[in-house]
């Protein structure tokens, strides 16, 4: 069981990066599938989730530039009008999912990309 994330990379101020996360083909079912930052020197945080269904929750800082969508176990963080102190670790992460065998995996985080905007 894994996530699988890319699309971080360099992008000016101003600019947009798209991130994909992908979790392994033998999964069945997600809950909550979303993206957390960390920036150096500074604690874990929530850049938005995705609920089954539908919901959706930002962190205040990313609010009105990013937009979170999911394809059943795809989740995709659009990031527009990009900000140096976006510059982070982005890091995947799905709060509960069953695989196939019937498996129950609960916070699972996968590895993080990392995100440069220049100013």
């Known amino acids: 069981v894994q996530l699988q994330a890319s699309g971080g990379g360099l992008a000016q101020a101003g600019g947009s990066l798209r991130l994909s996360c992908a979790a392994s083909?033998?999964?069945?079912?997600?809950?909550?599938m979303g993206w957390y930052r960390q920036a150096p020197g500074k604690q874990r945080e929530l850049v938005a989730v995705i609920i089954s269904g539908g919901p959706t929750n930002y962190g205040d800082s990313v609010k009105g530039r990013f937009t979170i969508t999911r394809d059943r176990n795809t989740v995709y963080l659009e990031m527009n009008n990009l900000k140096p102190e976006d510059t982070a670790v982005y890091y995947c992460?799905?709060?509960?999912?069953?695989?196939?065998?019937?498996?129950?995996?609960?916070?699972?985080w996968g590895q993080g990309t990392l995100v440069t905007v220049s100013s």
């Open positions: 992460y799905v709060d509960e999912m069953w695989a196939t065998t019937g498996d129950r995996y609960l916070e699972v």
């Open positions: 083909r033998n999964i069945f079912s997600i809950n909550g």
